[in-house]
């Protein structure tokens, strides 16, 4: 393997030193990501490329095979308490998985500066907005569309079943595109994006949004990840104690965020990450990324 | 429009749920046990992840140099290979999907299904001749 080009002295450790801060860090990222509403993937990126000088195609790699473990595995939750609206992820997959693969072609060509300023941006707006106060509402009246793509459903809340409708498809299928396209650009799994696309433009019940979005990670992160496999971003080494930590982490912080206030963790984690997220574009910007 | 499906959505979901979840711990299973192996045998090599090099593989051979791998029993390849274990997850979620609305009859969803599977073929088969 070749020295790296930098102007500081390349970072050298041992295989088991990696691991061993990679995993640790992975759970923190999982911990983090869990108690702030954004997911561990994200953390990962900063942590890997700012403290660890691992080049940020790895980190992507690694953090969109994180996406994929904690959305299958959170998703298995929510899916089977009957609140995730399958047709609408579904359909919504189509934009995400084409945004997706656009995205993957897309990092291969783009200057990784650009990439890790995007990701810090994203990131902050990420931030921002899982502090926002959602409004609840509900649309009683779904547009010809939906009610075409057989959208309306229900979902439980406690003893009853709540019915809802929904509208703006096509605004909501286009943010998606875009919301898959950063995933695929930036390993994230665009959570905050695909929220607004349901919650916001498609006026769906929040419950719902999160629910399915976080259903529908898995599937686009697996639509850019293959392509990423091939182009070898996908560094076993480096995944592994990523994937086990964020997990790990994010389970922890799952058990705590019940005993606690959500509201004030969210605040406090979301100024670490917006700093995180400050630290990357300061580094994409001169260039050290 | 109903006409008697074979499957209700609640089954639907418990079935996609287990299969899900019992998907993800298998996978990372492998991927620990790989990891292992890997540690004990370099824990003491020096680690250079600063620089990328860009491979252009397709699929296939990542897949043929993997299994190889496996039955050499390294570690790495083990890794790897549970990381493909947990790409499966989703696909075969979609596969799922696919076989649940075909008993719903609902054969729109089967359709917007094929595609998004399509999609992803495309993606397989597309992804490395940039």
């Known amino acids: ?289 | 429009m109903k006409n008697k499906p074979l499957l209700k959505d609640t089954d639907m979901q418990f079935i996609i749920g287990t299969l899900l979840r019992y998907g993800v711990w298998i996978s990372l299973s492998i991927a620990a046990i790989g990891g292992l192996i890997y540690l004990f045998g370099h824990e003491a090599e020096l680690v250079q992840y600063q620089t990328f090099k860009e491979h252009d593989h397709d699929i296939f051979s990542v897949l043929q140099n993997t299994f190889i791998g496996v039955m050499h029993g390294r570690g790495r390849s083990i890794i790897l290979l549970g990381v493909l274990l947990l790409f499966l997850t989703p696909i075969l979620r979609l596969v799922f999907s696919l076989v649940a609305f075909f008993f719903e009859k609902d054969y729109l969803y089967v359709g917007i299904t094929l595609f998004v599977i399509g999609i992803i073929c495309f993606s397989i088969f597309f992804g490395f001749a940039h």
């Open chain 1, 1 to 289: 393997m070749e020295l790296a080009k930098f102007d500081q002295t390349p970072l050298q450790m041992t295989v088991l030193t990696f691991t061993l801060i990679m995993f640790l860090g992975a759970y923190c990222a999982g911990f983090i990501g869990s108690l702030s509403g954004l997911g561990g993937g994200v953390v990962i990126i900063p942590l890997l490329t700012t403290m660890l000088h691992v080049d940020i195609h790895y980190a992507i790699g690694a953090a969109l095979v994180s996406v994929i473990a904690t959305s299958s595995g959170s998703a298995a939750a929510y899916v089977k308490e009957g609140i995730t609206n399958m047709r609408l992820g579904m359909f919504l997959e189509i934009a995400t998985t084409i945004g997706a693969i656009s995205g993957a072609l897309l990092a291969a060509i783009a200057p990784t500066s650009f990439i890790a300023v995007l990701f810090g941006c994203t990131l902050i707006f990420s931030s921002l907005n899982s502090l926002r106060k959602k409004e609840a509402h509900t649309v009683e009246h779904s547009s010809p569309l939906a009610l075409a793509l057989k959208l309306p459903a229900t979902y439980p809340d406690r003893t009853k079943q709540i019915a809802y409708g929904t509208k703006n498809v096509i605004g909501g299928f286009s943010m998606m595109a875009l919301a898959g396209m950063l995933s695929g650009l930036l390993g994230i799994g665009s959570g905050a994006f695909k929220v607004i696309a349901m919650d916001n433009i498609m006026k769906i019940p929040f419950k719902v949004s999160t629910t399915t979005s976080n259903f529908m990670m898995g599937v686009t992160a697996t639509a850019s990840a293959v392509i990423y496999l091939q182009k070898g971003y996908i560094e076993p080494a480096i995944c592994m104690p990523a994937v086990i930590g964020v997990l790990l982490g994010a389970m922890t912080g799952a058990s705590i965020l019940i005993k606690a206030d959500p509201k004030k963790l969210r605040l406090f984690f979301s100024v670490i990450i917006i700093l995180l997220a400050i630290n990357m574009i300061y580094n994409g910007i001169l260039g050290k990324i």
